[in-house]
């Protein structure tokens, strides 16, 4: 590459867009003379009695700006870009910083402005050799680029009550300073970067094409700045891609990108590689907290980079975005997340590092507080019956193929204990996370169960998430140990997913090499024979992380600890009598894995449980007689709607044994998504001695409220808003509604009054704990709520909140609904699926249910088309018979669905059928719906949506 050149600081041209020409300012600072490492170029000597040289940095300082607005700020956001960006980066969050201290001063007297939540100054440096900072002509290694940034401060003054903000190789930089400034450090924020390269992994590609043959024209061409706008999710506009040209036009003004790239250390030998390493083991000692926000889409900065720092910064709070890549902070809103991160943590009390890290430790799962009450651990049962010879599973489609699999208890409670001290050898330890990709039956069981004992977190996707959904998955679950069957683990090898392999089976060796295998359930069970198991996890440590179905959105990990699956346990024993001498057939994988807790024999009948609408109704009733078999309590049946369906629809072929067998069952369930009374009623009739029942839960709280067949039909139709009747609040959860605003936000506090539609709030002891990595989205769900920001004292709604269950969390569900006088829960549908009409908002599930009345109309889906606030609605149906193609109502049909639903109907489209969520079959993809009626309204084509 050319050698450098030497240039002025100068100041950006004006015109940028959302860059105040203001904030610009020029900072001369003496440079500090570095003593030389033998054998490492540092570029400058050390000092020999003459003058210190003066570098000239540009900076963007919104200090000015808080002065004139009479603001003075509690501490400083130190913002360092990488290659090859520049300050520009951070014009975002010094805008967001300004607003907030703008509204703290307008709203807050004097005195408590500068204390304000939002009174942050912003200082975001342009690198020395980058941006518009002064070209030196000398190569800058990263030892000597975190002394410039100290040099910087110092000249600045900035000594206090600092939260550093890091991007790229900026995030390096700013964790030097951090290091080496920790008396002045109040936190730190790190967007997509790295401080360890693992070394099992090469160094990502882009960083080795830049390394290598493409290393020229980082400097000659503006390949690699180009290269690196183009990581943008969507795409830069035009205007902002010209903007962060701006500094670097010509080769001259990029031989700073091009050093910088040569200054990424591959090798122990690489001058930068002592500081990296020095600067890597620092960060462990940072006792402040810390904010991660990631771009999951980087092909630079991946999975295990992540990994690495939050083994090192434990205390850090993640926000994972799905769908941002390299240049986060351009992707989405993380100028909002930061100053939202800020805000909670305003003075005075304790000081902000006290604050951010007591926060922070609760998020890990390690706090103190709020202990939950003492329960029994899931495995405890299998340790009660470890002398019991009956049956304790039953597989009725094992994975050999060879009839039905059963298993006593002793053989699980043996089993469980050698896979646990067989995994402990091996050295999985407590916390690591173990990936279940294994469906249900004894395999799972055991493997679940082993994990949990010795305090191993484990992870449970469905498969029916598709490969892309359990990718997302699983990388961002980053776990230590993946345990499958063949198919399971050839996708893991296929798709690039983390943590070593171990196999259900025994596998020829070939295969196991190819498959990246270690070891089987078997060679873990040989481990543990005669090896002392761990101590017992805590209450409060993380035993597990379930992922959502991904019907509205990207898949999220749900974290559970120990006290919570307990709990979980025990409100299904309270409320269904579910334990030691019943038997459960479990078409849904959750009853699967809590049965033996229960001390209910488990049945998994003959079914793909990727596919619920592969259960028959003979299946159900050979499940039912194997789970009956020599037991004196009741047998429970479990399954989703969409297995319901295909129950009912197959119950022609039931022989005569096949319905004596159903005509057994005392309980049946149904849950997952609502159904509807008919359906309820049609498999109660095939289940004539059973209470159809159908809880309502989530992946956040499996069973939270619960009505019978019976309470539907006695409810009605749930008054004018309509919805489906879940029932009453289960036992130990308390159930409030936060009501919908004018653009249908639930704004309104947590009421519990009749008839007021808002989004269902729920506490219980089982809810869930966090969400994993998403610190965003956990927030958002307690917002408002006791465990959230929401307001105290009388008349903030949280008065009201008596009798709410010990050690119960709270959890906003994202479902719309309201309470009736009699307690019970109607929900109306999801608060994301919320029309926003001229006339209000109006909630989807009531207009569906009057459309579904219309003969001739086998289902509908409810969306509005255009702008939010004034969006028309659309009915979108499936007929009966069945339409061949998508098509425009007739007007015959158009006019019964608009006097059924209402005069404010727009257009009503037929569609063969309508498309549903991945893992339920059952609940309508409304957001998909919305999508093709927009297009189709719009002039589209009338393909299938």
């Keep these: 590459m050319p050698a450098p050149t030497t240039a002025p600081a100068q100041l950006p041209p004006a015109g940028l867009p959302g860059l105040d020409p203001a904030w610009s300012r020029l900072v001369t600072a003496p440079e500090t003379a570095l003593q030389p490492t033998p054998g490492r170029g540092d570029g400058v000597p050390a000092a020999d009695g003459t003058p210190p040289l003066e570098r000239t940095w540009h900076v963007l300082d919104t200090g000015p700006a808080l002065a004139a607005r009479g603001v003075t700020p509690v501490g400083t956001l130190l913002c360092v870009h990488g290659n090859p960006t520049w300050a520009y980066l951070w014009r975002d969050l010094a805008s967001a910083t300004l607003a907030a201290a703008t509204l703290a001063a307008a709203t807050l007297a004097a005195a408590d402005a500068a204390d304000g939540p939002g009174a942050w100054r912003v200082v975001a440096v342009d690198q020395l050799e980058m941006g518009f900072s002064e070209r030196t002509g000398t190569h800058r290694t990263l030892r000597r680029r975190v002394r410039d940034l100290g040099d910087l401060t110092d000249a600045l003054g900035l000594d206090g009550r600092v939260v550093t903000v890091g991007h790229d190789w900026g995030g390096v930089v700013s964790l030097g300073w951090a290091v080496d400034h920790a008396d002045a450090l109040a936190g730190v924020v790190l967007l997509d970067t790295a401080v360890h390269q693992p070394q099992d992994r090469p160094i990502p590609l882009p960083l080795r094409l830049a390394l290598g043959a493409l290393a020229p024209s980082t400097v000659a061409t503006p390949a690699f700045l180009e290269t690196t706008l183009a990581l943008a999710h969507p795409p830069l506009p035009d205007d902002v891609k010209a903007a962060y040209r701006a500094p670097y036009r010509t080769p001259e003004r990029r031989a700073g990108i091009g050093a910088f790239v040569a200054d990424i250390p591959v090798g122990a030998a690489h001058p930068s590689a002592a500081e990296l390493d020095r600067v890597a083991a620092g960060v462990r000692s940072l006792d402040v907290p810390a904010l991660v926000l990631w771009g999951p889409r980087d092909p630079v900065f991946g999975e295990a ?165 359990l990718t997302r998955a699983v990388r961002g679950a980053r776990p230590t140990v993946v345990v499958g069957e063949r198919k399971g683990l050839a996708a893991a090898r296929a798709l690039g997913w983390p943590g070593r392999r171990v196999s259900t089976t025994t596998l020829p060796s070939t295969t196991a090499a190819l498959l990246g295998v270690e070891l089987s359930l078997p060679d873990l069970g040989d481990l543990g024979v005669g090896t002392d198991l761990p101590p017992e996890p805590a209450p409060d440590d993380v035993a597990a992380i379930l992922f959502t179905s991904g019907s509205t959105g990207p898949a999220k990990g749900v974290a559970y600890t120990h006290a919570q699956l307990s709990a979980m346990r025990d409100a299904l024993a309270a409320q269904y009598g579910l334990g030691v001498g019943t038997g459960l057939v479990a078409g849904f994988a959750p009853f699967a894995l809590l049965g033996p807790a229960l001390g209910c024999r488990s049945v998994t009948p003959d079914m793909d449980v990727t596919a619920p609408r592969t259960l028959t109704a003979r299946a159900v009733a050979a499940a039912a007689e194997a789970a009956a078999v020599d037991l004196a ?56 001695g059973a209470v159809p029942r159908t809880p309502y839960g989530m992946t956040e709280g499996l069973l939270l409220t619960d009505v019978t067949l019976e309470e539907i039909r006695a409810a009605g139709s749930g008054g004018a808003a309509g919805g489906v009747c879940v029932g009453r609040p289960a036992a130990g959860v308390t159930v409030r509604i936060s009501a919908l605003d004018a653009d249908g936000r639930a704004t309104g506090p947590l009421d519990a009054t009749p008839g007021v539609t808002g989004e269902v709030v729920v506490a219980a002891a089982h809810v869930k704990d966090h969400y994993d990595r998403l610190w965003l989205t956990d927030r958002e769900s307690r917002r408002g709520t006791p465990d959230g920001d929401g307001p105290r004292g009388p008349g903030d709604g949280h008065d009201a909140l008596d009798g709410v269950a010990p050690g119960a969390r709270w959890h906003r569900t994202g479902d719309v609904g309201h309470l009736d006088a009699e307690g019970r829960l109607w929900i109306e549908g999801r608060l994301a699926h919320v029309l926003l009409t001229a006339d209000g908002p109006v909630t989807p599930v009531g207009p569906e249910q009057r459309a579904q009345c219309v003969p001739g109309v086998r289902r509908a889906g409810v969306v509005g088309v255009g702008p939010r606030g004034t969006q028309q609605v659309v009915v979108v149906v499936e007929t009966e018979p069945g339409a061949r193609r998508p098509s425009l109502a007739t007007p015959a049909l158009t006019a019964a669905v608009r006097a059924a639903v209402g005069p404010a109907v727009a257009a009503v489209l037929v569609v063969p059928d309508l498309p549903t969520d991945v893992r339920h079959n059952s609940k309508v993809d409304r957001t998909r719906v919305a999508a093709w009626a927009e297009g189709v309204l719009a002039g589209g084509r009338l393909g299938r949506p």
Aim: glycine share 10%.
């Design 633 to 688: 309590g009741p047998t429970a049946v479990f399954l989703s709607p969409a297995a319901v369906a295909n129950v009912v629809a197959t119950a022609g072929d039931l022989t005569g044994d096949d319905e004596r067998a159903l005509g057994r069952v005392g309980l049946l369930l149904s849950a997952g998504a609502p159904v509807g009374e008919a359906l309820l009623a049609a498999v109660g009739d095939l289940l004539p």
């Design 305 to 469: 980079h992540l990994g690495d720092l939050l083994a090192r910064l434990p205390q850090a709070q993640v926000h994972r975005f799905e769908g941002a890549g390299h240049l986060v902070a351009e992707d989405v809103d993380v100028a909002g997340a930061v100053t939202t991160w800020l805000a909670e943590r305003r003075p005075p009390g304790p000081d902000l590092a006290t604050v951010m890290r007591d926060r922070a430790t609760a998020a890990t799962g390690t706090r103190t507080a709020d202990a939950a009450e003492a329960r029994a651990p899931l495995w405890r049962r299998l340790d009660d019956l470890a002398d019991d010879d009956s049956t304790a599973l039953v597989e009725m489609a094992p994975p050999t193929g060879d009839g039905v699999r059963t298993v006593t208890w002793r053989l699980l409670a043996r089993r469980v204990r050698e896979l646990a001290a067989g995994l402990h050898a091996a050295g999985v330890r407590r916390g690591d996370r173990v990936s279940l990709l294994v469906p249900p039956g004894a395999d799972l069981t055991a493997t679940l169960y082993a994990c949990l004992r010795i305090g191993a977190v484990v992870v449970v996707a469905d498969a029916g998430l598709g490969a892309r959904g």
